[in-house]
């Protein structure tokens, strides 16, 4: 049984940072894709980032995302991870880890059709 569980969310000031990280059980996790996805209340589900399976292909949202966030993963732990620096109020979300099988090594892939399983999701709430 394939499960995500992420965590590492909590309520920080504008301008901290924070790692979220996502333990994976239930199939082979050097061979899936990872990605983070995130939802602030009243909007959709947006794309954050994604990672290939070996890790060496890294691919991430466009505007204000890009340089303040890094996405990576430790094959060896099953775990993939984000570190997200220099927060901003409109970084306030619930974050949630997905993955699909990894079947060329790009981590180009932006959509939530784009993976099949799903976790729970952390909150994260950056105060003014």
């Known amino acids: 049984q394939v499960q995500l569980v992420e965590s590492g969310g909590e309520l920080v000031q504008a301008g901290g940072s924070l790692r979220l990280s996502c333990v994976t059980t239930?199939?082979?996790?050097?061979?899936?894709?990872m990605a983070w996805f995130r939802q602030a209340p009243g909007k959709e589900r947006e794309f954050v980032a994604a990672?290939?399976?070996?890790?060496?292909?890294?691919?991430y949202a466009g505007g204000s995302i890009q340089g303040r966030f890094a996405i990576s993963r430790d094959n060896a732990k099953n775990t993939a991870y984000l570190d997200m620096n220099s927060l901003k109020p409109e970084d306030t979300a619930v974050y949630y880890c997905?993955?699909?099988?990894?079947?060329?090594?790009?981590?180009?892939?932006?959509?939530?059709?784009?993976?099949?399983?799903w976790g729970q999701g952390t909150q994260v709430t950056v105060s003014s």
């Open positions: 997905a993955t699909r099988w990894d079947y060329n090594g790009d981590a180009s892939y932006p959509s939530r059709d784009d993976y099949d399983y």
């Open positions: 990672i290939s399976r070996s890790g060496g292909h890294t691919y």
């Open positions: 239930g199939f082979t996790f050097s061979n899936y894709r």
